[in-house]
Nanobody, 123 residues
Framework: VQLQASGGGLVQAGGSLRLSCAAS????????MGWFRQAPGKEREFVAA????????YYADSVKGRFTITRDNAKNTVYLQMDSLKPEDTAVYYCAAHSRPFWAIFTTGYDYWGQGTLVTVSS
């Protein structure tokens, strides 16, 4: 599975961005998907996850109510809509995939990773 993340950029605090992650190489609708982020000097942390059907999602407490993960299985793409952005959301955001029928919140639960896209939120 190859994952290509895009959509990062520079935004002011309170603004919005939408990240996209396009998948190829395997039937996308069989994959659970997730977003993680890694800020400078910090460990990679879980942001959001969605199961293969899109019917169930899970969020880190730090983004709940501000971020929304969705997927379009017809387009082999998962999205992360980020609203009310804060400077502490600044990080490289990674999409990831696994082949199990539930969502996963640990990096070890994912088999495939994209290259990351940088999100910078200015105050």
């Amino acid at each position: 599975v190859q994952l290509q993340a895009s959509g990062g950029g520079l935004v002011q605090a309170g603004g919005s961005l939408r990240l996209s992650c396009a998948a190829s190489g395997r039937t996308f609708s069989s994959l659970g998907m997730g977003w993680f982020r890694q800020a400078p000097g910090k460990e990679r942390e879980f942001v959001a996850a969605i199961i293969w059907s899109g019917e169930s999602t899970y969020y880190a407490d730090s983004v709940k109510g501000r971020f929304t993960i969705t997927r379009d299985n017809a387009k082999n793409t998962v999205y992360l809509q980020m609203d009310s952005l804060k400077p502490e959301d600044t990080a490289v955001y990674y999409c990831a995939a696994h082949s199990r029928p539930f969502w996963a919140i640990f990096t070890t639960g994912y088999d495939y990773w994209g290259q990351g896209t940088l999100v910078t939120v200015s105050s």
